[in-house]
C-alpha cells in the first residue's frame, strides 16, 4: 500500500521538491531549468526506491544513475554544494510523504514504515555517492585541462622571449654594425690626400648609414611603445584609396633606383574608419620590405571592400619567394590555407611569415655596398610592428609565398571598429 501511495503522490513530490528548490537561496539556478531538466533522472531514481520496497530487482545500478545525474547538472554550471543541496531536500520530502502515509494508516506496521525509512536513506546514499564521484571526476580533468592551458600559455610566452631575445641581439648586431661603418667612414674621411671622388663616396657611406641606424632605433622606439600600451588608436573616417596612392607614389623613386615596376590598383574612394597614421605605418613597412627584397620584375598594391563589414589591402611582388626554414614572428596571425582564387600557385604556395634577415647580393654585386647598407638587416623590427599595428587595428594577416610567383601579403580590416 505504501509503495501505491508514493506512485500516486509521484507528481506531488516532484512538484514540491522544485518549489523547495526554488525558495533556496542557494540554488538560484534552478529557475532557468525547464521541467525536464531539471527532474533529469530522479523519476528512474524513484523506480528504483519503489523495486526496492517490493522487493524485486533492480532494473538499474543507483550509483551509476545518480552519476549520471551528476553529470548532467555540472553540465548545467552546477557545483557539487548546489546538487547535494538539490538531494538533501529531496530525501526530506520522501521522508514527509512516509510520515504522511503513516497519518492516514496510523495501524501500519512500524516496521514496514521503519523499512521504507531505511530504503529512502540508502537510495539517498547511493546517489550522493555517484554524484560525488562524477564531481570527483570532473574536478580531475578540469584541473589537468587548466594544468595544460597553463603550461601551453608558459610555452607561448617563453617562446616570445626567446623571440624578443633574438630580436634584440640581431638589432644589437646591426646596430654595432651601423657604428662600426659610420666610424670607419669618419677615420676615412680624415684621410690625407683624398680626392673628390672618394671624399664623396665615404660621406655617402656615412650618410646612408646614419639614416639607417636612425631609422632602426625609431624602429625599436615605436616597437618599445606598442609593446607597452601606449600607442591607441586614434580612429577617424579615412580615404584609404588616396592614402594608399599617396604610399605608392612616395616610393617610386626607390621603385625606379631599383628597376622595378611599382603600381596600385582599387577603387578611387573607399572610405572606412581607422586609425591613419597606424595603416600608413603598416602598409609602409610591408611596401618597403616588398621593394627591398625583390631584384626584378612587379611590386603592386591594391585595395578593395568586402561586403560592408570589411574591406582588404595587399601587396603583392615577384620576388624569389621566402626560405622554409624561417621562423615566423606572425604566425599567430597567418591564414594556415591559400584561398582557391589566390593568384599564388597552390601546389607550391606555403603560408610563411617573415622576411630573411641575411645579407642580401644587391643589384651590383658589392661587398662594399652590401656593408654600407644595413637596411637589408633587421626587418623583423619592422615585422614585429606590423603585426603589433595589424592587432591593434583588428587586422588579419595572410602571406603567401611560391619561389617562382613571388610573396602576397594581404590585410583583411573591419569597415568600422568594435570597442
Known amino acids: 500500500m505504501l509503495v501505491s501511495f508514493l506512485l500516486t503522490r509521484r507528481e506531488v513530490i516532484l512538484n514540491s521538491w522544485r518549489t523547495v528548490c526554488e525558495q533556496d537561496p542557494l540554488l538560484a539556478k534552478v529557475s532557468a531549468m525547464s521541467r525536464e531538466e531539471f527532474n533529469n533522472l530522479l523519476p528512474l531514481l ?19 544513475t545518480a552519476t549520471e545525474h551528476g553529470l548532467h547538472r555540472w553540465q548545467k554550471a552546477h557545483t557539487l554544494l548546489e546538487t547535494m543541496q538539490e538531494l538533501h531536500h529531496l530525501a526530506q520530502i520522501l521522508y514527509a510523504q512516509i510520515k504522511a502515509f503513516q497519518e492516514l494508516f496510523p495501524q501500519t506496521d512500524t516496521g514496514l514504515l521503519l523499512e521504507a525509512h531505511r530504503q529512502v536513506a540508502q537510495l539517498m546514499s547511493e546517489t550522493i555517492q555517484g554524484s560525488m564521484q562524477k564531481a570527483d571526476e570532473l574536478q580531475r580533468l578540469e584541473a589537468v585541462s587548466r594544468a595544460a592551458t597553463l603550461q601551453q600559455a608558459v610555452d607561448q610566452m617563453q617562446a616570445i622571449s626567446r623571440q624578443r631575445g633574438d ?7 646591426d646596430l654595432r654594425g651601423g657604428f662600426g661603418i659610420i666610424s670607419s667612414a669618419a677615420y676615412l674621411l680624415q684621410t ?19 639614416g639607417n641606424v636612425k631609422t632602426m632605433l625609431d624602429k625599436l622606439m615605436d616597437l618599445s611603445r606598442l609593446e607597452a600600451g601606449v600607442d591607441l588608436l586614434q580612429l577617424e573616417q579615412v580615404d584609404v584609396a588616396g592614402l594608399l596612392n599617396e604610399l605608392v607614389r612616395s616610393a617610386q623613386a626607390m621603385a625606379t633606383e631599383r628597376g622595378l615596376v611599382l603600381s596600385a590598383a582599387g577603387p578611387d574612394v573607399l572610405v572606412v574608419e581607422t586609425d591613419r597614421v ?4 603598416v602598409v609602409q613597412n610591408l611596401l618597403l620590405n616588398a621593394l ?15 561586403g560592408n563589414t570589411r574591406w582588404v589591402c595587399s601587396v603583392q611582388d615577384s620576388g624569389a619567394g621566402l ?4 621562423t615566423s ?7 594556415p590555407v591559400v584561398e582557391p582564387t589566390s593568384t599564388v600557385a597552390l601546389e607550391e604556395a606555403r603560408p610563411v611569415a617573415v622576411r630573411p634577415s641575411g645579407d642580401q647580393q644587391l643589384p651590383d654585386g658589392s661587398a662594399l655596398a652590401a656593408k654600407a647598407n644595413p637596411i637589408t638587416k633587421g626587418e623583423g623590427i619592422g ?33 568600422r571598429h568594435s570597442d
Open 383 to 415: 615585422l614585429h610592428i606590423v603585426k603589433r599595428l595589424s592587432e591593434l587595428l583588428q587586422a588579419t594577416l595572410e602571406i603567401e609565398t611560391s619561389s617562382d610567383r613571388g610573396t602576397l601579403v594581404r590585410l583583411r580590416m573591419p569597415v
Open 323 to 326: 626560405p622554409d626554414n624561417l
Open 329 to 335: 614572428v606572425l604566425a599567430s596571425q597567418l591564414k
Open 167 to 173: 630580436l634584440l641581439r640581431t638589432s644589437s648586431h
Open 278 to 281: 597606424k595603416l600608413q605605418r
Open 192 to 210: 690625407e690626400g683624398l680626392d673628390q671622388e672618394e671624399r664623396a663616396q665615404f660621406m655617402d657611406m656615412l650618410s646612408r648609414n646614419l
Open 46 to 64: 524513484l523506480d528504483l526506491l519503489e523495486q526496492r520496497l517490493l522487493g524485486q530487482p533492480l532494473k538499474a545500478d543507483p550509483i551509476q
Open 292 to 306: 627591398t627584397y625583390t631584384s626584378t620584375g612587379f611590386v603592386s598594391v591594391s585595395w578593395s571592400s568586402e
